[in-house]
T-cell receptor, first 113, second 112 residues
Framework: KAGVTQTPRYLIKTRGQQVTLSCSPISGHRSVSWYQQTPGQGLQFLFE???????NKGNFPGRFSGRQFSNSRSEMNVSTLELGDSALYLC????????????FGPGTRLTVL | QKEVEQDPGPLSVPEGAIVSLNCTYSNSAFQYFMWYRQYSRKGPELLMY????GNKEDGRFTAQVDKSSKYISLFIRDSQPSDSATYLCAMSANFGNEKLTFGTGTRLTIIP
């Protein structure tokens, strides 16, 4: 069974631009969560989608948004990029909405210049 | 102050040594404790989870929870170069339906 896939793997953007990251969960998984990972803050929860509905949200500004499609694939968008948005963005999927049974993808490394 | 504190390391130990990784936390509601391993350029993978206080053993790995001290540990016996990775602790108050709070991770290198 294929794991969680994320595209692109690496991305370089400049301040003020916007970016869209994509996540394909494990087949059959309906829950997708997004995390931001930085050396200083570690893994921070962004939001979670289950059956196309945002079920939970972390403490990030409105510039961070997401959505989930009917096939469970998810996208995350960051508008008006700031230097501090440089991070590894991880997507995790689970069969049902169970954070303890998540499988993580390899992440998208975003660098904002 | 962060809810979960974890020494970022880096920690380097010789092959075969016992490794001790630790996290402290401030939220007394946390009852479920997890350890994740993250190899370079990979996402985290769940290594072990425990509920409440006590020990849990899985092969060379032992997870220990001391709720009275708000302190959790992961011990790795007979460490191998393949154990070189970043180890993250994570915890929650409810099992499954509550988001996890992660530590920042400890980077571990096992020297052959």
């Amino acid at each position: 069974k294929a794991g969680v896939t994320q595209t692109p793997r690496y991305l370089i953007k400049t301040r003020g631009q916007q970016v869209t990251l994509s996540c394909s969960p494990i087949s059959g998984h309906r829950s997708v969560s997004w995390y931001q990972q930085t050396p200083g803050q570690g893994l921070q929860f962004l939001f979670e989608y289950f059956s196309e509905t945002q079920r939970n949200k972390g403490n990030f500004p409105g510039r961070f948004s997401g959505r989930q499609f009917s096939n469970s694939r998810s996208e995350m968008n960051v508008s008006t990029l700031e230097l501090g948005d440089s991070a590894l963005y991880l997507c995790a999927s689970s069969l049902v909405a169970a954070y303890n049974e998540q499988f993580f993808g390899p992440g998208t490394r975003l660098t904002v210049l | 102050q962060k809810e979960v504190e974890q020494d970022p390391g880096p920690l380097s130990v010789p092959e075969g040594a016992i490794v001790s990784l630790n996290c402290t936390y401030s939220n007394s509601a946390f009852q479920y404790f997890m350890w994740y391993r993250q190899y370079s350029r990979k996402g985290p993978e769940l290594l072990m989870y425990t509920y409440s206080s006590g020990n849990k053993e899985d092969g060379r790995f032992t997870a220990q929870v001391d709720k009275s001290s708000k302190y959790i540990s992961l011990f790795i016996r007979d460490s191998q170069p393949s154990d070189s990775a970043t180890y993250l602790c994570a915890m929650s108050a409810n099992f499954g339906n509550e988001k996890l709070t992660f530590g920042t991770g400890t980077r571990l290198t096992i020297i052959p």
